[in-house]
């Protein structure tokens, strides 16, 4: 199999800046961004920007006939994934390779229970610092794509996304223990994107040391006790891996739901510390970091 024809749904910071690699790399009429009208009426007049280039996209909605796709890519928050899985399915046949970019452990569940999980990879989108601010994003990492089976490499499906992303340019890494890297970047995520929003600041502020980097990583460390529960069995060493990649971010970026509160929408909240929390609550274990981090951004989003 080879992947020619791909559909992407999300234009959040990490579609515009995937799919714009791509529209460099593949032709426009193989690449279909699935939106509905008023979404499609508002990107064509005002357009979308990455790194300050206007994106070539074609555009389709979710009843417009199409090809199938080779390659169906999920790029929309989780909040609006159950949206996005119906909307794609003029995409789907036996054959489409799924990848959900998503933060979070829960996407390819979803995606999975609806579609087949013999469709779907694990994935991880980690290292890059895109922001998004209107119509227009930025970013100075690109970062990668980790990916493969839920324990294994050496599928079909992963080895043909390998070459197609070896064509068209985009990094990416193999991983046969995926379930171990999204908790990883789950772990990444409840410290990052909850300390970041709470402090009001930008990456920076916890790449330093100080009050926001500690509360940071005591958040993780409740993910770390509470994977042991979950036959995951995150250590300290991975807690330094993904330090490490925090401090290679620009200082100046911001994630995702510091973007949010920022515009004022309503943020991923219970993706992070209310999954954390209720973790907690069946296993047993205390985690107050996040129910402190739950309710200062509860009430952060009480006054949009």
Not at 216 to 239: F, G, H, P, R
Not at 241 to 266: C, F, T
Request: hydrophobic share 35%; with cysteine; charged share 25%.
């Amino acid at each position: 199999m080879e992947i020619k024809k791909v559909s992407m749904i999300g234009l959040g910071a990490l579609g515009v800046m995937y799919g714009h690699q791509l529209s460099k790399e593949v032709p426009k009429a193989n690449l279909r961004i699935i939106a509905d009208q008023n979404r499609i009426e508002k990107y064509e007049h005002e357009g979308i920007f990455c790194n300050g280039e206007r994106c070539d996209f074609q555009y389709v909605t979710p009843e417009e006939p199409v090809e199938l796709a080779d390659l169906l890519i999920f790029s929309v928050k989780y909040s609006g994934l159950h949206e996005a899985i119906k909307a794609a399915e003029n995409h789907v046949d036996d054959h489409t390779i799924i990848l959900s970019t998503l933060n979070g452990i829960s996407s390819e569940r979803d995606i999975g229970t609806y579609y087949g999980f013999d469709k779907v990879l694990y994935c991880v989108a980690q290292g890059m610092d895109a922001v998004k601010t209107g119509n227009r994003q930025t970013y100075d990492n690109f970062g990668l794509l980790c990916f493969g089976e839920k324990q294994s490499i050496d599928s079909r499906k992963v080895k043909c996304l390998a070459s197609f992303f070896d064509q068209v340019n985009i990094p990416y890494e193999l991983d046969a223990e995926m379930m171990k890297r999204q908790w990883g970047k789950f772990m990444q995520n409840v410290g990052v994107n909850q300390t970041v929003a709470v402090f009001e600041s930008d990456y920076g502020k916890i790449q330093r040391d100080g009050e926001a980097r500690e509360m940071m990583i005591a958040a993780m460390q409740e993910v770390i006790q509470l994977s042991k529960y979950e036959e995951i069995d995150l250590t300290e060493a991975d807690l330094q891996y993904w330090l490490n990649v925090i401090g290679q971010l620009s200082p100046h970026g911001k994630p995702s739901m510091r973007q949010d509160m920022e515009a004022k929408r309503i943020s991923e909240l219970e993706l992070f510390a209310g999954s954390v929390i209720k973790l907690g609550e069946n296993h047993d274990v205390a985690t107050p970091v996040n129910e402190e981090l739950y309710r200062k951004i509860s009430e952060m989003e009480k006054t949009f």
